[in-house]
């Protein structure tokens, strides 16, 4: 069995292994890792790619095949898990490899790079599209998320907690795959030492790993959610995870996988760590009200840090080279045990962001909601990033090993400021959606060719006709029930054609000033709930066979009213979070597969950069069919 102790040989022999297992340990180990700075910069780069995707995609798409594209969910989705493929999985493994592989500086461009293309293309669109804008503060009170994007509305579950919010969609699969990417990666030299996790002290991409896997999930955990926890579930929830903990053992021991003992310890693992932080909030939140997690977090955080320092447990016994891994589990395991304390406390930390948003006092609804939210969520995280500086330069620097404070407050500070970018990203989506800007050349095709009274028109007429048509059906078949329930529907959608007429003719003459956006949402509103009502009917699921039965043959430009939500989670993104921990197992498995088979530190760039290619295009396209298949993992 290959357990490799890096701290178990002197300085010398660090800079010339003599044993390749040795070699390795000291090639996936970084001495100082990086800036704290220049891991903001790279996890910025990777949160821009949805806004990217989503101002790409109508110059991607041929205007002529929008109607084949977007016309029903599984064509969509196909179709933007197509264009998102390059932009937001390919282009994060470029920004932690290739890209950043030089010099520190290169990742500090990448930023720039991304956020002037967003403004070029926003400013060829506005040229384009050439919205009418109302005053910034009207805008801003009359926006509501939920009239572009159902996503952040609550669901219709009889929970008035419950929430479905995308960004947080976006930042968790954000976590896992770059995690997924890194566990690979750092085999090769195309992967940038720095990046790699720290020996003892410092910052690096992969010292993050665990603590932003916790966070992601304790921001959308029970507690979070609905301010209350059951220790049933969450015990039983556990159990996968340590069923998958002792696999991982049982397989890295039984094949003599190599591995690094100060990782975690001998035996210990990273699902030991998930079970472990799941069963200590159980326990806590058994006895402790969710509300005082804040409180709790820093008790739990300072506590442990300050037996840390003052009796000497960090240096003299868990990072001591010199201190034995025979003398018991608890010595064979130092790391993993006792750095999980400091994980949970970044787990009620992560509770908390959670609950201000789910737990808010008034819904989140309009734009300036969500804008006053930022605000306050900004103040915090610079707070943190403050804390943070102190706690490493003056008091007790950070190590990923132990779980000190100055690493809970590292991994919070950082992680709560991705997702405040990714917030910030959703409300530009939305108001570039709004205004019509985000649709570009789409819009522009869309606004020329549609005519919106012509459309109601039609609508009106296909009412007429499909009452002739259904009333035909009934007195061949008699299903009266059938027939009754049809026409209250077609009733009610001629008294949504009549508001839809009125609301045109206001907003021509400056009356309600609609976006052109709301008013091809509800005429395409109203086409649809038309289409629904025939396909129930006569049992056709092919939307275009179905307007063609009742309304004759129509061009392609005639169905354009569908502009589609391009401020929903990616659909790539979608399928990560969706299946969070069953897409790191897959990684984990080809990690193995790929480092049975080849020297992964001796590999060309070249090789190197092609495997991983590989490996993302694999990972993508297994959650991509767990996703459009709704098969569904639960082990968090």
Known sequence: MNVIMVGDVDSHSLKRPVEPELEHAHFVSSENGTSALEILEILFSISITPLLASLVTPWVVPSKFIPMAFGDKESRDVVRSVIEYPIVMILPLLFITVLAQKSEDVSFSLPTILVLMCVGIIIVNHAITRPRLTSLLRLLNRVPAKVISPGMTRRKDGSQKSFQIPFFTTFRATVIYLSVLSILAVDFKIFPRRFAKTKLHGFSLMDLGTGSFIFANGIVSSEAKRNESNFRHTMISSIPLLVLAFIRLLSVKGLEYQEVVEEYGVHWNFFFTLALVKIFSAIFFGIIHPRHTLKFACIVGISYDLVLVLTGLQNEYLLNPSTSRNGGLIDANREGIFSTIGYFSIYLFSVYCGQLIYAHKTPLVTIRDWLKYGLVSGSQIILLWVFTYFTHIYWNPSCRRVGNFTYVLWSISTNYSILWLHLAFY???????????????????????????????????????????????????????????????????????????????????????????????????????????????????????????????????????????????????????????????????????????????????????????????????????????KIQFKFW
């Open 427 to 629: 409300l530009v989506q939305h108001l570039l959606q709004h205004l019509g800007v985000v649709y570009g050349p789409l819009l522009y095709y869309q606004v020329e060719v549609s005519d919106k009274t012509a459309r109601l028109r039609r609508i009106k007429e296909d009412i007429e006709g499909f009452r002739i048509r259904d009333e035909a059906k009934w007195r061949v078949e008699r299903d009266e029930q059938l027939y009754r329930q049809t026409e209250m529907e077609l009733t009610q959608l001629e008294g949504k054609l009549g508001i839809m007429e009125k609301k045109l003719k206001n907003n021509d003459g400056g009356g309600d000033n609609l976006s052109q956006q709301e008013l091809e949402a509800l005429v395409y509103e109203m086409e649809e709930e038309l289409v629904s009502i025939r396909q129930k009917c006569i049992n056709d699921k092919t939307l275009f066979q179905v307007l063609k039965s009742t309304s004759g043959e129509r061009g392609t430009t005639e169905r354009l009213a569908y502009l589609p939500d391009l401020t929903l989670p990616p659909i790539t993104l979608s399928s990560v979070a969706y299946n969070g921990l069953a897409v790191f197992l897959i990684g984990n498995l080809l990690t193995g597969v790929i480092n049975s088979m080849i020297v992964s530190m001796y590999a060309p760039d070249s090789v190197a950069l092609l495997i991983l290619l590989i490996y993302a295009t694999i990972i993508t396209f297994m959650s991509l069919v767990l996703y459009f298949y």
